[in-house]
């Protein structure tokens, strides 16, 4: 079956960086487009970047065009997020996403703190 499994989050200070990795298994990782998605306390889940299936096309939410950095690696079913100059409302729960024959499928999420 389908599995997501998020990784890389912590506690960081303003401007510091993190590297979020998702690793999937359970379908064919190469054909499909993979996204990170963010949830605040209080908010909605949002779109934060998404990567095609062969990793050459990629778009991000206006938020964080220029400070973060989606990438994958198809030889290991994974991808990940560079997250630098990270700012005090970076604070969420980070998910990566694949939508499978219209069907979403979630990892668990993995906290990511921006505080002083």
């Known amino acids: 079956q389908v599995q997501i499994v998020e990784s890389g989050g912590g506690l960081v200070q303003p401007g510091g960086s993190l590297r979020l990795s998702c690793a999937a298994s359970g379908f064919t990782f190469t054909i499909y487009n993979m996204n990170w998605y963010r949830q605040a306390p209080g908010k909605e889940r949002e779109l934060v970047a998404t990567?095609?299936?062969?990793?050459?096309?990629?778009s991000y939410a206006d938020s964080v065009k220029g400070r973060f950095t989606i990438s994958r690696d198809n030889s290991k079913s994974t991808v990940y997020l560079q997250m630098n100059s990270l700012e005090l409302e970076d604070t969420a729960v980070y998910y990566c996403n694949a939508r499978i024959r219209s069907v979403n499928y979630w990892g668990q999420g993995t906290q990511v703190t921006v505080s002083s």
């Open positions: 990567i095609n299936n062969s990793g050459r096309t990629t």
